[in-house]
């Protein structure tokens, strides 16, 4: 009668974890269906993302992205749920074992054997299964595994974290976690550097290779130091030559490049902004083409390098440290009229046989060593008075 009644007990017993284990399959079933339907509505969408509204098919292709993330999260749940109840009912079924083990034992009376000394009833029967070919599910939880099937699979681990002593096996699975955990920021940033440095090729939003990124970065790495050593040499050459650069002009190019850098970041277009500047330039100083466009800026450049020397050179000679550039070169002509005017008065006293007198002789003498090298600078002077007409002009 017990024996009958333990066999109804665990028939019900495994009826009903059979049930909910068809209920579980089913949900899963369910859960893969629904995983797949939203993955063929995200393809879908990322077709229409290529074809047309981008903006509504990317909040499109995220949205069925995070459904489907959930989705398969709510799947991973129900899976462990349905290894747990695995487990479950796989405990139950050793413990139906067990109950009619006893039975029989109760049944048997003396003749029963008892079970070998450190091995209970429930070891036996594990074991007896993993010799016989159990199922693997039996394997899925590490309550269920015995000890040398634990220590194997903790060697395997142990060998592909690259860990020998025991103690640092938790330390590996830690680093291993971290990467993990990091790896989403390091392909985001990998994703953020290909943009940068292919902003300008068509690849159709497809990333490079890493090796490609790296030789493109050297390559600017090395164009950049190519023209920091050809700064310097420029500054060399113009320090030679007595024509080095203002810091007004240096501050200048750097404004203009702060400037450009500025409009880039904020989805400007250097070619855009290049070609405008150019045309400008060509406008204002009659350049017809742009091949000429470097020669003038170099005549430029340099006839600007004089024409500092000149005013420099005139503002010393006249004692005007002051003033603006027209003061000075009014004054630079006056003077040199006024020292014509007395170099023409003092021949003709000398053809008249009038003597000057030594303040006026004093005076011509001071007057003509003030603008000595004037026939020096008479080229000079020339340009300066281009330069003061363009800019009276403008």
């Not at 003749?111 to 016989?132: C, E, N, V």
């Not at 320090?239 to 400007?268: F, K, T, V, Y």
């Not at 009229?337 to 170099?343: G, I, Q, T």
């Not at 002789?361 to 007409?389: C, P, Q, T, Y």
């Amino acid at each position: 009668m017990k024996v009958q009644a333990a066999d109804r007990i665990a028939r019900e017993v495994a009826s009903a974890y059979e049930a909910r284990m068809a209920a579980m399959g089913e949900r899963v079933r369910l859960l893969e269906a629904e995983v797949g339907s939203l993955k063929k509505k995200l393809g879908e969408a990322e077709k229409r993302a290529k074809v047309g509204a981008e903006e509504a098919a990317q909040r499109e292709v995220e949205d069925a992205k995070r459904r489907a993330d959930e989705a398969e999260d709510r799947w991973r749940r129900a899976e462990a749920g349905r290894v747990r109840a695995e487990g479950e009912l796989e405990a139950e079924r050793e413990e139906k074992e067990v109950l009619k083990l006893r039975l029989l034992e109760r049944k048997g009376g003396d003749g029963a054997q008892a079970p070998p000394s450190g091995l209970t009833t429930r070891d036996l029967i594990r074991r007896d299964k993993i010799a016989h070919g159990a199922p693997t599910r039996l394997l899925t939880s590490f309550a269920s595994l015995p000890p040398d099937a634990a220590i194997s699979l903790l060697a395997q681990v142990s060998s592909l974290l690259g860990v020998s002593d025991p103690s640092a096996f938790i330390s590996g699975v830690r680093d291993v976690a971290r990467v993990v955990r990091a790896l989403p920021d390091v392909q985001r940033f990998v994703k953020e550097v290909d943009d940068v440095v292919w902003e300008d090729d068509d690849a159709d939003g497809k990333m490079h290779k890493l090796v490609e990124t790296a030789k493109k970065l050297r390559e600017w790495k090395a164009d950049v130091r190519r023209a920091k050593k050809l700064e310097v040499f420029r500054r060399r050459v113009y320090r030679h030559l007595g024509i080095e650069p203002r810091e007004s002009d240096i501050a200048a190019l750097d404004e203009i490049d702060r400037s450009l850098s500025a409009r880039l970041a904020n989805g400007g277009s250097s070619s855009a902004e290049s070609a405008r500047l150019v045309a400008h330039f060509q406008s204002l100083f009659d350049v017809p083409n742009e091949s000429g466009v470097q020669a003038a800026m170099d005549r430029l450049y340099t006839q600007t390098s004089v024409f500092d020397a000149a005013v420099r050179r005139l503002r010393s000679t006249l004692g005007r440290e002051g003033g603006s550039v027209t003061a000075v070169v009014d004054e630079a002509c006056r003077v040199i009229k006024s020292w014509r005017h007395m170099e023409a008065a003092m021949e003709k006293d000398d053809r008249s046989g009038i003597e000057s007198s030594d303040d006026e002789k004093d005076r011509f003498e001071s007057v003509r060593i003030s603008v000595d090298g004037a026939d020096e600078g008479d080229e000079a002077l020339r340009e300066l008075g281009k330069l003061v007409g363009r800019a009276r002009r403008t």
